[in-house]
Structure formats: C-alpha cells, structure tokens
C-alpha cells in the first residue's frame, strides 16, 4: 500500500513537473513575442487570474517551514525533493492570495451599473395595483371624450405590460366598440385576433362592434370583404348572431353600396327569425343612397314598401330621404312612371322570376300586406332583370291605360323659375305625393322632367306636402331635416323664409350651417350679392361667420376684384383662407379662361404660405392644358393668348411650393412608434402599433 501511493506522488510529481515547464516555457513565448509597452498592462491581469484559478494550498508544517524561504532556494528543493506533495505544494505557494474590502469591489462595479440601463418599476396612476374592471372605466371614459388613442396606450401600456394583469372580454369589447366608431377597421380586428389567442371568449356585443368598424371603414370595400369574412367564420364555428349584430352587418353592406347583398342579409334574418324594424329600412334607404343614377327610383320604392307592411317611418328615415333627392337622379323617366305612379287599391305586381315566390310575415304592428321578398326584390331590379332577357321597352310596365282622353302629365316645378316658388302652397294642394300612394289619381299616367334637386323635392310635396307627411307620422322637423330640406329647394328669399319660419315653429334653433348651406346655393346660382345678404342676416342673428362660410361665398367671385373683396372680408374676421377657399375661386377663374386671375391667386397662396391639395393641382393641370380641338396656328383666341405664360409660371410655381398631403385617417389613433437607434436597440419608452 505505501509502495503504491509512493508511486502514485512520484507520478504527479513527474507530471507537474512537465506541466510546469510547458506552461514556463509557452509563457517565456508570449513574453518575448510582446512589446515591453504591452506586457506592463497584461502583467497584472495575468496574476489576477492565476490568484482565481489555483486552489488555496493545504497548509501543513512543512509549508509552514518552507514559506520563509526564498524563491531560488524552493526550485532547488524541488529537483531534489521526494516526498508526496511537495511539488504542488510548492506550485500553489508562489501566489498569494490578497483579500479586498467592500470598497474596491464598489470601484469595480461601479462602471458597470453606470453602464447598465436603468429600468423603472411601473408606478400605477393612482398609486395603488388598479383592476381590470377599473381599466375599463376608464377606457370607456376617454373613448366618450374622443380620446381613442389614450384609451388603448392605457390598456397596452398600462394594464397588460405595466401591471401585467389579465385582461376580461370587457376590455377588448370597449375598445373595440371605440375603434368601430371611428371607422378603425385594422385596429378593431388586431384586438380581436389578440383575444381569440388569450382565450377569451368573444360576446355578441364584440361581434357587433366588428361589423360596425367594418361599416364606418374610411375604404368601403375593405370593409365590406372583412366584414364577409367574419360572417363566415361565424357561420363556421355555429355561432348565432342576435337581432343587433345582423342589423350591424346590414348596415356594413348597406354603406358599401350593394343593395343586392342588403336583400341577401334581409333573407337570412328572417329565415332566423329576427323581425324588420325602421332601422332595417334605413340601412336600405342608405343602399340605395349610393347608386347616384337610380337612386331616389329605388329609395322611393324602398319607402313604399315600408309603408305596405305597416312599419311608419322615423325622423331619420326623412332625412336620408332628402339626402337621396339631394344627390341621386330617378334614372329612366317612363319605368319610375310605371313603377311608382300605382294606386294603393292595385295589388304589388309579381314579376315572373322563374321560381315561385315565397311570402314571409313579418310581425311588426298591424300589417297591411305580408312581405313578398321575391317580388319586392324584383320590382327593385327590374330594369337590369328585365335587361337581362332582352326586354327593356318601357311599354310593358306601364300599369295604366295611355289612351284615356283625361290622362296627363305630373308637373314637375321648373328649377329655372323662381316665381312658380311663391305659387307652390296653391298647387302642390292637388300635385300627387309619391310618399302616400293613395294621392296618385288614375289620370296621372307620367311624370315629368326630373333635372334638379328642387324637381325631385317636388315629387315627394315640396315644402308643405313633405312637412305635412312628418306631422302624419307624428314627427317634428330636427335641425338636420330643415338643413337638408335648405339644400334642395330652390334658392331664394322667400324659401329661406319659409325655412325660417318653420324652424321657429318647431322650436329649432338655427345655426351657422344651416346659413352657410343657402349661401352655397345662393352663390351656386352666381348671385354675389344674395350670398352676401344672408351672411349680413346671419351676422345680425348673433352668430359669426366662419371659413366654411366665405368658402362657400368663393362660388360666386367670378372676377379678380371679387376676390379681392373676399381677402380683405375674411382678414377684418381674424380668418386665413385656406385650400377649400382658394379651389373655390380657381374654379371660377378656370370656368373663364382668367389666367390673369389664375396668377394672382397662385400669388396670393405663395405669399400665405398655403399649400396645394390634390384637388387644386388637378384644375391648375386642367387649366395649363390647351383644348383639345384648339389649333393656334389655325385660328386665334384672346383668352389662350396668355396660356403660354401661365404655363411657365405654373411650373415655376411647382417646384418652390410644397404640396398638402392629405392625413391619413387613422393617424391621430395610433400608437407611436418604437424609436431604433444606430445599434439597432429599440427603445423601452414607446409603445408600437
């Protein structure tokens, strides 16, 4: 046994031995290879780590002795020496090992904890650890003071990385709610994809409010696919939707303009059982808002089908109404005769479709005839069905007999003439009103020309027939409403008094864009100094014009003085004119071939320093366009004369004058973005989208 472990130190001792002289010899290597400079800085972290790496020696007697000799003397001893140990003893006592205070290791450290980011502990707004439920008030609190953006840093930032707590399907449904308010759309659904990968279960409430973000959607048509593919993982997973949720989902295929698809949803529903109501009609009357050439056809056969099934229409049913006649035309004259001028005692006339006709009753008051979806949605399309088979003369849907000696023509008002204004409370008493079927006598067998926005009001009563039919269905005219009906009568003073009067009747008190919208129809009309008569009248009831208001004057400053005149109003009120103002009067100067006025103009912008939108770039493109069948050297014109100069001005005119980009919609919603710095570390402080 002795002579093994004998043995076994003579082996160490023989390896350490060599180990000793490699590791000698390699860093005899390194020592020569380094400059002198060098080696004063690597000396000292060389003994540092050797003073780690070795283990502390085991201190016996014989160390004890051997630790007063001298470093000469200890390598001697070591050729020599045989017994167990001694050469790693004598290897490990080279170095001692030095102990430190706790104020070098604060100096060590120090640098490192400067260079170190700081990182703040979260402090909640109020001090304390805030619930879920509270993060909700909140939300719901900054959404109803127009504060989208705060409500989803707070809920972002605040709750779900700052507090880290776990959100409830209240949180996402509010904000979601909000998001769909403002038309939202990528937002809304990004909250949602979130919710569905946490596990929490989405309500009837969320689904509505996903279908009214994709409704309010600036891009209609975005949101009309997003709001189909919804519908279809919803029909998927076997989820039901309730009466409010297909009313949502009505309403985003109502705003993308598809009534066909309206007809569609409408089927669904009462296959679901879900009942019609006035709101149904309304998101329909809004379909038919968006096709501009049969418009006010569709929205009047819409409105008399309401009325057949016993539903009586609300105030904001009236005034989609006067919006439709605003903007939409009555497409072909003799089918809206056809279909349109029918007395209430004629049963609704079934078009052959090539199936039978299924009638569904809705229960919703006392009914006066059950709804027939196949006929109503025909009657509807009946000129693109009837297209369609190659029957589109106008005689097959007369539902009258022409050759009667007493039949005449519906008088439409002349848009033209103001005079027949004054004589309307005398003749619309005996006009039909296409509101009320039951007014269309059997001689009436046509309508008119239906040209203006004035032709088509008198269709539906004029003023008094239009307001007697409200005061039917027991409503009073809103603000709105009597707006709305300023825009489409003629313009005059004697209409504008009417509307004043009514308003004081019904107890409505007028504001400034109920005047700043006849002013715009007085100035349409080019008459200067009426616009600027109600704006006097404006002035004088204590209300203060504003840019909307001399925006609107604008439309009738056909030469450079009246421009002028316009600047120096507009500086005395304490207001800059903007880019509406000036597209206004560029267009009068374009609609004249003034290129002088064009210049003067582009002058005045560069001295304001307003910049362009695109609106007002397309009519200086239009106006440094020569006409096309125009030839210079054929024949000449004195207002092209100058068109040679503007056009040099104009470019000149591009390149030091900085564009108007339009802001996006969703801009003043969004989270601001993480800040990247050089080394590519994104910053703590900022919250991505």
């Not at 090539?354 to 009914?367: A, D, E, I, W, Y």
């Not at 007085?522 to 404006?538: F, N, P, Q």
Request: glycine fraction near 6%; proline fraction near 5%.
């Amino acid at each position: 046994m002795l002579r093994s472990t004998r043995m076994w130190g003579i082996f160490t001792r023989n390896t350490s031995v060599n180990v000793i002289k490699r590791a000698s010899a390699s860093s005899n290597e390194r020592r020569s290879s380094v400059r002198p400079s060098e080696r004063v800085h690597q000396e000292p972290l060389r003994l540092y780590s050797e003073s780690v790496t070795l283990s502390p020696p085991r201190w016996t007697e014989s160390n004890k002795t051997r630790s007063d000799a001298s470093v000469s003397d200890r390598v001697n001893e070591e050729d020599s020496s045989d017994v167990f140990g001694d050469y790693s003893r004598s290897f490990s006592s080279r170095r001692t090992f030095r102990k430190t205070s706790s104020e070098l290791l604060d100096m060590r450290y120090r640098d490192d904890e400067e260079d170190r980011p700081v990182v703040q502990k979260f402090r909640s707004k109020t001090g304390r650890k805030n619930t879920a439920y509270w993060y909700f008030l909140q939300c719901k609190k900054l959404i109803k003071e127009d504060k989208l953006g705060e409500a989803l840093v707070l809920f972002e930032t605040d709750m779900l990385k700052g507090e880290r707590l776990q959100a409830e399907e209240y949180n996402y449904t509010v904000l979601i709610g909000g998001c769909g308010r403002v038309g939202y759309l990528k937002k809304a659904f990004q909250l949602y994809n979130k919710m569905k990968k946490r596990g929490i279960e989405p309500s009837d409430a969320t689904y509505t409010a996903l279908f009214n973000a994709c409704a309010e959607s600036p891009w209609k048509q975005s949101g009309l696919d997003q709001a189909i593919k919804l519908k279809q993982e919803l029909l998927r997973k076997n989820i039901p939707l309730s009466a409010i949720t297909w009313q949502a989902l009505l309403k985003s295929v109502a705003l993308a303009g598809d009534l066909k698809s309206c007809f569609q949803i409408l089927r669904e529903m009462l296959q679901n059982g879900h009942p019609i109501t006035q709101e149904t009609f309304h998101y329909l009357l809004i379909s038919c808002a968006n096709d501009k050439q049969h418009g006010f056809r569709l929205a009047l056969q819409v409105w008399q089908q309401m009325l057949r099934i016993g539903i009586k229409p609300d105030t904001q049913n009236y005034t989609i109404l006067l919006r439709i006649a605003r903007d939409c035309g009555i497409g072909n004259p003799g089918l809206a005769s056809a279909l349109l001028l029918k007395r209430t005692e004629k049963v609704t006339p079934k078009l052959t479709s090539g199936r039978k006709s299924r009638q569904t009753n809705v229960k919703v008051g006392t009914l006066c005839q059950p709804l027939d979806m196949d006929a109503f949605e025909n009657e509807l399309f009946v000129d693109t069905h009837t297209q369609s088979h190659g029957q589109a003369e106008e005689s097959d849907f007369t539902p009258l007999n022409t050759s009667q000696d007493d039949t005449q023509v519906l008088p439409v008002l002349s848009s033209a003439s103001l005079t027949c204004q004054s004589q309307l409370p005398t003749q619309s008493s005996h006009l039909p009103n296409l509101l009320d079927p039951s007014t269309c006598s059997s001689g009436v067998v046509a309508l008119g020309p239906v040209d203006s926005a004035s032709d088509r009001l008198a269709l539906i009563g004029n003023l008094d027939g239009f307001l007697e039919k409200m005061a039917e269905d027991g409503l009073e005219p809103n603000l709105k409403t009597i707006t709305l009906l300023a825009d489409v009568m003629e313009p005059g003073s004697q209409s504008m008094q009417s509307l004043i009067n009514v308003a004081t009747k019904s107890g409505v008190k007028l504001d400034v864009t109920f005047f700043n919208t006849i002013i715009r129809r007085v100035a349409k009309a080019g008459d200067l100094h009426g616009a600027k008569a109600v704006k006097a009248l404006m002035v004088d009831r204590g209300l203060a014009a504003n840019t909307q208001t001399f925006c609107s004057i604008a439309l009738a400053c056909r030469r450079q003085k009246d421009a002028i005149q316009l600047f120096t109003d507009m500086e005395s009120c304490g207001l800059v004119p903007n880019a509406h103002v000036y597209s206004a009067l560029i267009s009068q100067a374009c609609k004249r071939l003034d290129y002088a006025y064009l210049h003067e103009l582009l002058l005045h912008m560069t001295k304001l320093q307003v910049p362009p939108n695109d609106v007002i770039i397309r009519q200086l493109e239009y106006a440094a366009q020569y006409p096309p069948s125009y030839d210079k050297l054929k024949s000449r014109n004195i207002y092209l004369d100058k068109i040679d100069g503007f056009r040099g001005f104009y470019r000149k005119w591009l390149e030091f004058m900085p564009g108007q980009e339009p802001p996006h919609p969703w801009a003043k919603y969004r989270s601001p973005k993480p800040e990247t710095d050089q080394d590519g570390v994104t910053s703590q402080n900022q919250v991505s989208e």
